[in-house]
């Protein structure tokens, strides 16, 4: 990865008096796969459209492909490819149909639109489905697809909204082994998302909450936020209604429910063994204590704790590749 692709600079964007996203800073180089995480509301699409040129920043600066957002905006728009969380492509229009009116719409005509119409086939899986109405084809074929299309013109950088809701497990890592070819073919892919394992194959990950950005490295980087052994998994029989005893104990930093689990976070490392007969005392029990690796979902609740009691967190702004 080499050379700044897309970047912003105390980016702001307001509607009224609420701002949505709130003087956030970062860059992001040719091939790189960045992961934009958050949840609903944090601000994530926002700033996607302000990086296409669709919406003016209130203040501050970004610029894509060498373009200002805010002066060049037309030239963005040809160079770079957008595929937003809701479906983009007609459903009443056949496969092959809907890819000559999007690369129409590139500026692409004649033996080209062809030729990339072919490609964007080809890695959708749709060979012998050109002519199938778009609305006929499987979730996950759908998505292959608004992505080819979004790619009909080679842009150098694409901005993907949250493109595999609503797939399954097996087409979201189809879908993303398509990501993984574009950033090894030089294309910057920037992605937003809600599903943890997808964030885990981003080259860095930002962290989003209520307009801010409150984490942003590589996943190895924001894990090491936790000292080794300080992270431990509690199994037991109703975890829900053994979340307040855990939180109560002294030692324990923050717990939060995982599943059928709670994991929680210990101020002195390795003792995992203590917490378990202080849980069995207080009427907790069966329960089980082990020490686990901190996954990005502990790094996004620690994030999101700190930043509601004004703490960071490691690489929380400002990160470069």
Partial sequence: MNGIV????????????????????????????????GSNGAGKTTTIRMLCGLLAPTSGSASVAGFDVATR????????????????????????????FWGGAY???????????????????LEGRRDALVRDLPGGYRQRLALGAALLHEPPVVFLDEP?????????????????????????????THYMDEAERCHRVALMHAGRLIGLDTIPALKRVFPEGSVVEISCSRCAKALPVVEALPGVVEVALFGDTLHAVLERPGEQADLRTRLM??????????????????VFVRAITGAESGHGLAGAAGGRP
């Avoid at 702001?12 to 040719?30: E, K, N, P």
Wanted: charged share 30%; glycine share 8%.
């Fill in 73 to 100: 905006a037309v030239e963005i728009k040809r160079r770079v490819g957008y595929m937003s969380q809701k479906f983009s492509l007609y459903d009443d229009l056949t496969v092959w149909e809907n890819l000559r």
């Fill in 281 to 298: 005392e207080r009427g907790v029990e069966p329960v089980e204590v082990r020490a686990i690796a901190p996954s990005l979902e502990d």
């Fill in 6 to 37: 897309v970047e912003a600079n105390e980016l702001t964007r307001s509607f009224g008096d609420f701002t949505a996203v709130d003087r956030v800073t970062f860059a992001v180089a040719r091939g790189e796969v960045f992961g934009f995480l």
């Fill in 107 to 125: 500026g692409l005509f004649g033996k080209r639109i062809a030729e990339r119409a072919r490609w964007a086939i080809a890695i959708s899986g």
């Fill in 164 to 192: 595999t809701g609503g797939v399954d497990p097996a087409a979201r890592r189809r879908f993303w082994d398509l990501i993984d070819e574009l950033a090894a073919s030089g294309t910057t892919v920037f992605v937003t």
